[in-house]
C-alpha cells in the first residue's frame, strides 16, 4: 500500500514551459486535492476533485488545470510556467464519510523551480 | 470568508516543558477542526481533529487539542515536550459552504531546545 504518490520530485523549468504534475493514490479515496506550499503561506487550495470525472477550483486556480480521468490520479497541468508558480506541490486524498472521516493523506511533494 | 490564522511564525519550548500552538478560525455553522505536522522534506501527517463531542481531543504523538467555541480557538497542547517534536505545525479548518474543502493556517515553526 503506497498511499499517495508523486511524479516528478523535483523539476526545473525554464519560463514559458509546460508540464504535468501526476498524483496517485491506492487507497480508493474519492477525494484529491493539490495544495501549493510557499514560506510564511502556507497550504494554499489550487483545485480539487469530489469524484472521476469532476474537478472544482481553490482558493489559486489562475494558471494551473487538473483532470481526473480516473479515479486513482488526479493530474496538475502547468500550460505556460510563470516564476510565480516556483514552489512546492503536494497532493492529498481523503475518503468520503466511514472511518477515519475528514483525514487527508499526503504525499511527498513536488518541488517547481520556474526560471 | 472562512479563515483559519495560527497568530504565531515560531514558538520555542525547552524540552520536558508544556508546550502551545494557537489556531484561531472563522467560519458558519459548525467547525471542524484539524492539526497536521509536517517534518523537513515530507508531507503534511494528520495529528487529531475535532467534529463534534468532547472539547478536548486526544492525537497522535501525546498531542491534544482544545476546542474552545466561545473563543473560537482550536489551541494544539502537549504536556510535555521532546526534542523530536520540532516540525511544522498546521491547523485547518473545513469550510461549510463546501463540504469537500479544507483550508490551511500559514503553519507554526515549533522548535524544541535539549
Known amino acids: 500500500n503506497a498511499g499517495v504518490t508523486q511524479t516528478p520530485k523535483f523539476r526545473v523549468l525554464k519560463t514559458g514551459q509546460s508540464m504535468t504534475l501526476l498524483c496517485a493514490q491506492d487507497m480508493n479515496h474519492e477525494y484529491m486535492y493539490w495544495y501549493r506550499q510557499d514560506p510564511g503561506m502556507g497550504l494554499r487550495l489550487i483545485h480539487y476533485s469530489v469524484g472521476e470525472g469532476t474537478t472544482a477550483k481553490g482558493e489559486v486556480p489562475d494558471g494551473y488545470n487538473v483532470s481526473r480521468l480516473k479515479k486513482q490520479n488526479f493530474l496538475l497541468g502547468l500550460e505556460s510556467a510563470a516564476p510565480s508558480q516556483t514552489s512546492v506541490y503536494f497532493c492529498?486524498?481523503?475518503?468520503?464519510?466511514?472511518?477515519?472521516?475528514?483525514?487527508?493523506?499526503f504525499g511527498p511533494g513536488t518541488r517547481l523551480t520556474v526560471t | 470568508a472562512q479563515s483559519v490564522a495560527q497568530p504565531e511564525d515560531q514558538v520555542n519550548v525547552a524540552e520536558g516543558n508544556p508546550l502551545t500552538v494557537k489556531c484561531t478560525y472563522s467560519?458558519?455553522?459548525?467547525?471542524?477542526l484539524f492539526w497536521y505536522v509536517q517534518y523537513p522534506n515530507r508531507g503534511l501527517q494528520f495529528l487529531l481533529k475535532?467534529?463534534?463531542?468532547?472539547?478536548l481531543v486526544k492525537g497522535s504523538y501525546g498531542f491534544e487539542a482544545e476546542f474552545n467555541k466561545s473563543q473560537t480557538s482550536f489551541h494544539l497542547k502537549k504536556p510535555s515536550a521532546l526534542v523530536s517534536d520540532s516540525a511544522l505545525y498546521f491547523c485547518a479548518v473545513r469550510v461549510n459552504s463546501s463540504a469537500s474543502k479544507i483550508i490551511f493556517g500559514s503553519g507554526t515553526r515549533l522548535s524544541i531546545r535539549p
Open positions: 492529498a486524498s481523503r475518503r468520503v464519510g466511514g472511518t477515519p472521516s475528514y483525514e487527508q493523506y
Open positions: 475535532y467534529i463534534t463531542g468532547d472539547n
Open positions: 467560519v458558519s455553522g459548525n467547525p471542524y
